[in-house]
């Protein structure tokens, strides 16, 4: 069942971090090409729940194919909301498992019409949710040169990120700046160094893919979210593809397992300070397989942090 367009990463691993219970009601945040959830839907039985979010409509699309399992239901929504919308609202404390797989699926990569990629041309878009928000095209229209600098140098970890953004705005005076590859070479242009294993445009296109996608927003208010429905017991697994994401969810994770944070010499009682415990560390960091890096090259940078609620 799983769409050859992409190709899911660590799907064992995160299989076994969810312990699926076979009844369980589960929630699939990031669906894409529904790789995960065809293999979270084989390990359920005939009472068990999926609910799958993403806010792209052509994985909306990809997801008809699943909908007449009558265990599945779709859902046109950002996971930041995933715990408000009217399908999850009354699902708050009861869910037994989430899993968060984050990022941009390779269909949105490969298909140069979205715009995400800097090695084929496309319309300048990157946006997930081509139903609303603002483009890149239009974004990089009209925005202050420090704005881009600091999106590129913050979100996408780029050190030239003023460079860059002062080549961006230096062309937008007199050529309007709307295909990848337009911009692609602005940026390459801009470097006055490059790095021998990368595409000048890496970071750029990444930090910039991140604010018009407000994905590290998304993640902070999609972690909580993902806590608020899970049960007691209930598993959250998250898949980061970059250390901006990791750090938020490690972070994250490790904060929500670590209880009031008292000074030293308080006399207060242990069972004080675990009572604000909310989350506890399953297992290490799970990075996947040489075997998996070579058949599958996008996953090398993806890393699986799994906590229980208690
Ligand atoms: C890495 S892919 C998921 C692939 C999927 N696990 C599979 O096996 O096919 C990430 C997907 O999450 C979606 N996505 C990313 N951020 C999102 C968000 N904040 N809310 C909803 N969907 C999001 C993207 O549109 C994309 O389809």
New binding site residues.
């Given amino acids: 069942m ?2 050859p367009a ?4 660590l ?1 064992h691993e995160c299989i076994e971090g969810l312990a699926i219970k076979p009844d369980g009601i589960y929630i ?11 293999y979270i839907l084989n390990a359920l039985g005939e009472h068990g729940r999926l609910i799958a ?4 409509p ?2 909306i699309e990809a997801a008809q194919k699943f909908v007449n399992d009558p265990r599945f239901t779709i859902v046109h ?4 909301q ?1 715990d408000e919308v009217p399908l999850t609202a009354g699902l708050i404390d009861q869910v037994d498992g989430v ?1 968060m ?8 990569l490969d298909d140069s019409s979205r715009g995400f990629s800097f090695l084929r041309d496309g319309p300048l878009d990157m946006r ?2 081509t139903s609303t928000g603002v483009s890149a095209e239009q974004w990089l229209a009209h925005a202050d040169e420090q704005d881009i600098a600091q999106v590129i140098k913050e979100f996408g970890e780029e050190k030239f990120g003023k460079r860059i953004a002062h080549a961006i705005v230096n062309t937008r005076v007199h050529t309007p700046i709307n295909s990848t590859l337009q911009l692609a070479a602005i940026i390459a242009e801009a470097m006055p160094v490059k790095d021998k294993h990368k595409h000048p445009a890496t970071r750029a296109f990444q930090g910039i893919r991140i604010y018009i ?3 590290l927003d ?2 902070r208010d ?1 972690l909580k979210a993902a806590v608020k429905l899970l049960k007691p017991t209930g598993r959250l697994a998250a ?1 980061s ?1 970059h250390s901006l994401e990791d750090r938020m969810v490690k972070r994250f994770m490790r904060e929500q397992s670590k209880g009031k944070n008292v000074p030293h010499n308080m006399p207060i009682l242990q069972a004080e300070i675990d009572a604000d415990k909310v989350l506890k560390l399953i297992g290490k960091a799970i990075k996947p397989s040489d075997e998996e890096v070579s058949n599958n090259p996008r996953s090398r940078s993806s890393v699986l942090r799994v906590a229980e609620k208690l």
């Fill in positions: 799983m769409d992409h190709t899911s990463v799907l699939d945040a990031t669906f894409g090409r529904g790789g995960h959830s065809s979010f993403d806010r792209d052509a994985a929504s950002a996971f930041a995933m899993l797989d984050l990022g941009v699926s390779s269909p949105q997930m949710d996608n407000s994905e998304q993640l999609g898949i593809f």
